[in-house]
């Protein structure tokens, strides 16, 4: 068969090449099915950035990354530290200018395949990733909001009735929340449970997926049959299943584990991942950052040595140990 004209169309650095002859219906097909997927998944990451200090964004660009995706960070803020442990930290708030990177990536036509917000430091930041998800919705997109309020009990510094007010709304955005059993508590105005009975616990997922989340999954979530463990349960209300992934829990509180249990997760349930293995898979490898830095004299404050164990992330699933709550 002889083709009288080439065309070559280049779209987000792929070429196709759609022959003379073929009807107008099928290159507009093809042409549309390219645009829509990426060759690497993309992620939009909305965090702060911390200089020093494993957290936020200085984890999570590289645990994806190391899972073949492409992180496309829009901060929220710069710090010269985090600021769990340090003092006289200096700080850039970026809410000013959060929306102009919104408009520009709109521009572009810019599509991704994952939103994955973490800490927002104000109502202003949470209405501006609200509008982000809205903006760039499309079919079979993941979007995960941490809902980062609190931990053992309390709100951060800066938090107040607002910010848990606002944050309840934004939920409803999302595919999947990962709050601790803090924020969990802070979201369905309740007592900080010091111990959890299975029927409540599975209350209070049912209660945050009424939100809109269709995946809720609780963290830090104190163990009933052992003190010695810590447990991650999960709800997914498509097949209405309860899940949960034990383990054993280590006397010491890194800054960055919780952006690092997300990140694990989002991009284990982007290379396809049932979500009780990318459960497993994230437990697993915040386990085994947190062994690889506990037997050192190292500071806490400047989170785990995820750099000595990233090359895990590309080693197949030997075995699991998530549960089923019936």
Known sequence: MKWSTILKISLDGMHIILYNGLCESIKTAIVKEIVMKNIIPRIAAIHDLSGFGRCSLTVIIPILSAMGMQVCPLPTAVLSTHTGGFENYTFVDLTDHMEGFLEHWKSLNIRFNCIYSGFLGSPRQISIVADFIKTFHQEDQLVIVDPVLGDDGKTYDTFGDEMIQRMGELIRYADIIT?????????????????????????????????????????????????????????????????????????????????????????????????????????????????ATFGYDYPVREGVLIERILPNLKAPVISSSYQILE
């Open 179 to 291: 709050p601790n059993i803090t924020e969990a508590a802070f979201l369905l105005n309740e007592s900080y449970p010091e111990h959890m009975e299975e029927t409540k616990l599975k209350s209070w997922l049912l209660r945050l997926a009424d939100k809109g989340p269709k995946t809720v999954i609780i963290t830090s979530v104190p163990d009933n049959l052992s003190k010695n463990k810590t447990a991650v349960v999960a709800y997914n209300a498509k097949d209405k299943r309860f899940w949960k992934v034990s383990c054993d829990y280590i006397p010491a509180n890194y800054p960055g584990t919780g952006d690092i249990f997300t990140s694990v997760l989002a991009g284990s349930l982007l290379e396809g991942d049932s979500l009780p293995i990318a459960l497993d898979r994230a437990v697993q490898f915040v386990s085994m950052a947190i062994r």
